[in-house]
């Protein structure tokens, strides 16, 4: 069984920062690319950040110059850096990733249970 779980959220005012993590864990044999998304309450679910195994970033127009996603391969983590958060920045964040597992031996699309960002004005 493979997974993944997000830490990080919380309470920040507007113009301050927050770092999301996101672990995988289980019987993980290999990652390819991790990502972020968020869903602001009455909104679908939208991307904000990806990155491959290999490093090459790829960030949504929204959160481009104040976000920064980062990998650890060694620690099978995602991070993301939010700075100069805004209200409008207000959502539940999840991870997701591809995750190959050694027991199935099968890739599996892979989400996290979610956490919440909540921007004050």
């Known amino acids: 069984q493979v997974q993944l779980v997000e830490s990080g959220g919380g309470l920040v005012q507007a113009g301050g920062s927050l770092r999301l993590s996101c672990a995988a864990s289980g019987t993980i044999l290999s990652i390819s690319a991790m990502g972020w998304y968020r869903q602001a309450a009455g909104k679908q679910r939208e991307l904000v950040a990806t990155?491959?195994?290999?490093?090459?970033?790829n960030y949504a127009d929204s959160v481009k110059g104040r976000f920064t996603i980062s990998r650890d391969n060694a620690k099978n983590t995602a991070y993301l850096q939010m700075n100069s958060l805004k209200p409008e920045d207000t959502a539940v964040y999840y991870c997701?990733?591809?995750?190959?597992?050694?027991?199935?031996?099968?890739?599996?699309?892979?989400w996290g249970q979610g956490t919440q960002v909540t921007v004050s004005s």
């Open positions: 997701n990733a591809g995750l190959f597992s050694f027991t199935t031996r099968v890739w599996q699309n892979s």
């Open positions: 990155i491959t195994s290999g490093g090459s970033t």
